[in-house]
């Protein structure tokens, strides 16, 4: 095969807006506050931020080295470091790629449909009704292709004329927009009642329960984007140079970062509506009625700053789904051999049918999220523990270089060798049967 040259970030700051890009989505200001709000606010915020540190931090150590070492898509490296049949994992990275995007997009293209709307004609009076009408059906379909197709366009520009210039771009103003609207929600009369919420549990007892334990770890591998290539990909476009355990702490920083300042966006606004309680019968829609409810009480300065919160939502949601793009188009050009734009075209049409049913149906949607986080996400950074510990032959050599041995590199690969398998294996034992009873319902 041709050996091309390949693409580079073209900065160092390009590269991080682009990883936080990824990292930073629905997952902080839409999956976390309403994990958080079903689960007794903060006792599910601790456990989270224990994960984060425990085992989202060492697999995206591990992603960000493979990337880089290999310098070619998940499936591509893990056969350069393993061998061939490690290739088979890289292919269910891919997969798992193909599968989020899928879905992901639906719910952006809700986002965006919020968004101008609120824009251009205000919240809808009664948002519950709304979001009834609006979610599935044909509607969902058209927002879901058309918000498809804006990340395709920019996936197919490439690496630092599309995704860097993009992130580069956007993230900054998604930061100022997300604490702009934290500062406004505290200024509400009643806020306080979201903060003790949100920031005190009388429930420290849930902590211990196996369910919230796992809907912590799924979450700090969806947010952090781990478990199927996606940082591994975005590594592999980075220069030997760089510092890899300072990339890795600052995502995972930034990232949680805007998860926890979008809760003091969300819960303070709800408690000083008094719509606290629709707060703890969360469900995957709660954002997208329980908010446009507030922003409708709130009356224009609402309209504004509920636009605003939508808007930053499709940014989170676009610099998401690009690099879940980028993961299948990625090993498309490294397998195939088609160049980019041709893989991105084809990927893009596979994508927005496989979301199809997700589009019409919320209970498809819910299912598809489930198998994801719980199966491929959490399955994927088992393996990729595993791989890292005992297969690739010295990852802290990789690490090091642009970094500097350190001493903690020993623990880290201790930690991926015991720590995050048997973690993530405990949890799965629980979570996949409850996945395939949900799995099973569908289909009755
Ligand atoms: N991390 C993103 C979020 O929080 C979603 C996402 C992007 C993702 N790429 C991913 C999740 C890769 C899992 C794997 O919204």
Redesign the pocket.
Request: glycine content about 22%; overall charge neutral.
């Given at each position: 095969m041709a050996q091309r040259a390949r693409e580079q970030w073209g900065s160092g700051f390009g590269f991080l807006m682009a990883a936080i890009g990824?990292?930073?989505?629905?997952?902080?200001m839409w999956r976390f506050s309403y994990l958080a709000a079903e689960h007794g606010g903060a006792a599910f915020v601790i456990l989270y931020v224990l994960m984060i540190f425990l085992v989202g931090f060492p697999v995206l150590l591990a992603e960000l080295a493979i990337g880089r070492g290999a310098a070619r898509g998940p499936v591509q490296a893990l056969g350069f470091y393993g061998g061939r049949w490690w290739k088979a994992l890289g292919a269910l990275f891919v997969g798992a790629?193909f599968l989020?995007a899928s879905y992901?997009s639906v719910i952006a293209g809700w986002t965006l449909r919020y968004t101008l709307e609120g824009i251009a004609l205000g919240f809808a009076a009664d948002p519950a009704a709304h979001f009834a009408e609006v979610s599935t059906g044909y509607d969902a379909l058209v927002w879901h292709l058309l918000f498809m197709a804006g990340s395709l366009w920019i996936v197919a520009n490439g690496i630092t004329f599309g995704i860097e210039r993009t992130a580069s771009l956007v993230m900054p103003l998604l930061f100022l927009v997300v604490c702009g609207l934290a500062v406004y929600a505290s200024t509400l009369p009643g806020s306080e009642g979201g903060y003790r919420y949100y920031l005190n549990s009388d429930d420290y007892a849930s902590i211990f329960s196996r369910e919230v334990l796992a809907e912590a770890a799924g979450q700090a591998f969806?947010?952090?984007?781990?478990?199927?290539g996606?940082m591994l990909t975005y590594a592999s476009y980075l220069k030997r140079t760089t510092n890899l355990p300072a990339q890795a702490v600052i995502v995972s920083l930034a990232d949680f970062a805007i998860a926890f300042v979008a809760g003091l966006v969300v819960f303070p606004l709800l408690f000083a509506l008094g719509l606290q309680e629709e707060v703890g019968a969360s469900t995957l829609g709660a954002l997208f009625i329980t908010l446009p409810k507030a922003f409708v009480g709130l009356g224009i300065g609402g309209r504004i700053v509920g636009s605003l919160f939508f808007a930053a939502l499709v940014v989170?949601a676009l610099t998401?789904l690009i690099?879940?793009l980028e993961v299948v188009v990625a090993s498309t050009v490294d397998i195939v051999g088609w160049d980019r734009r041709r893989s991105t075209i084809w990927t893009g049409i596979a994508a927005a049918l496989f979301g199809v049913p997700a589009a019409l149906s919320l209970d498809a949607l819910d299912v598809m999220d489930q198998v994801a986080t719980n199966f491929f996400?959490m399955g994927g950074g088992l393996a990729l523990a595993l791989f890292t510990g005992w297969v690739m032959r010295e990852p802290e050599v990789e690490v090091a270089a642009g970094a500097g041995r350190y001493r903690w590199l020993r623990l880290w690969i201790q930690a991926l060798r015991y720590a995050v398998p048997l973690i993530l294996a405990f949890i799965m034992i629980g979570t996949v049967p409850k996945t395939i009873a949900a799995i099973s319902a569908l289909f009755e």
């Open positions: 990824s990292a930073v989505g629905l997952g902080n790629g989020i992901y969806f947010s952090l984007s781990l478990g199927m996606a989170g998401s690099s879940l996400l």
